[in-house]
T-cell receptor
Framework: KAGVTQTPRYLIKTRGQQVTLSCSPI?????VSWYQQTPGQGLQFLFEYFSETQRNKGNFPGRFSGRQFSNSRSEMNVSTLELGDSALYLC????????????FGPGTRLTVL | AQSVSQHNHHVILSEAASLELGCNYS??????LFWYVQYPGQHLQLLLKYFSGDPLVKGIKGFEAEFIKSKFSFNLRKPSVQWSDTAEYFCAVKGNNRLAFGKGNQVVVIP
């Protein structure tokens, strides 16, 4: 089974721009979660999508948004980029049940200049 | 909301030494606990998990962890480390379909 894939792997943007990141989950998985990883804050939960609906949301500003498509692929969008948004953005896929395990992709490294 | 604390963020040890990483969690519901590992240049991988049953769980590469409910702990152990165990280790607790991670332990094994 193919693992979780994320595109692009690296992105460089400037302040004020917006960016869209993509995640393709493991085949058969219906839940996609997004996390932000930074040296200072560690791994923080952004949101989770299940069957095209946002089921959970972390404590991030509204500039961070996402969506999920009918094939379970998910996109994350960050608008009006700030320097502090520089991070590794990780996507995790799972079956979406209460006893599931999340499997992570390689991440997208976003640098905001 | 759930939270996790990990101690001794930087650990340096020699090959064949024993490793123990502490993890304490806070969560009022049924706990699902995980240890993930991130090797240099690689993505986050599952080491082991605990959902229920035997509190001593075994994972990949000789790692094991013990769930102690009374101490809200889920410590990771390996009796004899190898150079290839150099990595960052994260403890996580799952609740409300989200994972809360600790800050991680950066482990360096010297050959």
């Amino acid at each position: 089974k193919a693992g979780v894939t994320q595109t692009p792997r690296y992105l460089i943007k400037t302040r004020g721009q917006q960016v869209t990141l993509s995640c393709s989950p493991i085949s058969g998985h219906r839940s996609v979660s997004w996390y932000q990883q930074t040296p200072g804050q560690g791994l923080q939960f952004l949101f989770e999508y299940f069957s095209e609906t946002q089921r959970n949301k972390g404590n991030f500003p509204g500039r961070f948004s996402g969506r999920q498509f009918s094939n379970s692929r998910s996109e994350m969008n960050v608008s009006t980029l700030e320097l502090g948004d520089s991070a590794l953005y990780l996507c995790a896929s799972s079956s979406g049940t209460s006893l599931d395990t999340q499997y992570f992709g390689p991440g997208t490294r976003l640098t905001v200049l | 909301a759930q939270s996790v604390s990990q101690h001794n963020h930087h650990v340096i040890l020699s090959e064949a030494a024993s490793l123990e990483l502490g993890c304490n969690y806070s969560y009022g519901g049924t706990v699902n606990l995980f240890w993930y590992v991130q090797y240099p240049g690689q993505h986050l991988q599952l080491l082991l998990k605990y959902f229920s049953g035997d509190p001593l769980v075994k994972g990949i590469k000789g790692f094991e962890a013990e769930f102690i409910k009374s101490k809200f702990s889920f410590n990771l152990r390996k009796p004899s480390v190898q150079w290839s165990d150099t990595a960052e280790y994260f403890c996580a607790v799952k609740g409300n379909n989200r994972l809360a991670f600790g800050k991680g332990n950066q482990v360096v094994v010297i050959p």
